[in-house]
């Protein structure tokens, strides 16, 4: 597609139930992040995807965080047991990485976020 | 561990003025891109500064590089109220994770 496509845009929820959020990444970007902004707050990393390389996980809050991507395109973050603290925009972005040395840029092109409120 | 932070965290400011955000990371990277975000919006790329020195303009936004002594600058010229957003810096550690600073709401009243 054109952009980062994220869904759903917005999420309600009770706690203790498990969510979903998906991320449809540009065509043809290898890499694909997932990031949380908190209310007023910057952007905490999550997780990261480079094409078949196991992913970087370092960012996920808790084990019941968890991430997949399938067939190096779509990607599903899903957590378990929700809290009232993972209420959150939850942003997807996706690049074409490319390590040219000091010209390579790896620009990520963020989806419009997935708003995620736990009661 | 890669700390990114950036001054002020909030501006507000007179149209005309101009004035600059500060960012500045703790460990040696050599990307560092800015990003606009409107209100309910996501994250918009501005610029992406390679090399130390590196300097990049657009419109009344102009963003400058310093590698050595680890800051960014994001310089507003003659500011107007379209460009009230927060802005963000963000640096890379390792091959491709992105840091991002805590953001700098600006506001920019007529």
């Known amino acids: 597609g054109a952009g980062v496509s994220q869904s759903p845009s917005n999420k309600v929820t009770e706690k203790g139930k498990d969510v979903e959020l998906r991320c449809d990444p540009i065509?043809?970007?290898?890499?694909l992040y997932w990031y949380r902004q908190s209310l007023g707050q910057g952007l905490e990393f999550l997780i990261y995807?480079?094409?078949?390389?196991?992913?970087?996980k370092s960012g996920l809050p808790s084990d019941r965080f968890s991430a997949e991507r399938t067939g190096g395109s779509v990607s599903t973050l899903t957590i378990q047991r929700t809290q009232q603290e993972d209420s959150a925009v939850y942003l997807c972005?996706?690049?074409?990485?490319?390590?040219?040395?000091?010209?390579?840029?790896?620009?990520?092109?963020f989806g419009a976020g997935s708003r995620l409120t736990v009661l | 561990e890669l700390k990114v932070e950036q001054n002020p965290l909030f501006l507000s400011m007179q149209e005309g003025k101009n004035y600059t955000i500060y960012c500045n990371y703790s460990?040696?990277?050599?990307?560092l891109y800015w990003y606009r975000q409107d209100p309910g919006k996501s994250l918009e790329s501005l610029f992406v500064?390679?090399?130390?020195?590196a300097v990049k303009q657009e419109g009344r936004l102009m963003a400058s590089l310093d590698t050595k002594a680890r800051l960014s600058t994001l310089h507003i010229t003659a500011a107007v109220h379209d460009l009230s957003a927060t802005y963000f810096c963000a640096v890379i550690q390792g091959a491709q994770k992105l840091v991002f600073g805590q953001g700098t709401r600006l506001t920019i009243n007529p």
């Open positions: 500064l390679l090399s130390n020195g």
């Open positions: 460990t040696t990277s050599d990307r």
């Open positions: 065509s043809g970007h290898t890499a």
């Open positions: 995807f480079q094409g078949n390389s196991a992913p970087d």
């Open positions: 972005a996706s690049s074409l990485f490319t390590w040219t040395g000091p010209t390579g840029a790896n620009v990520l092109t």
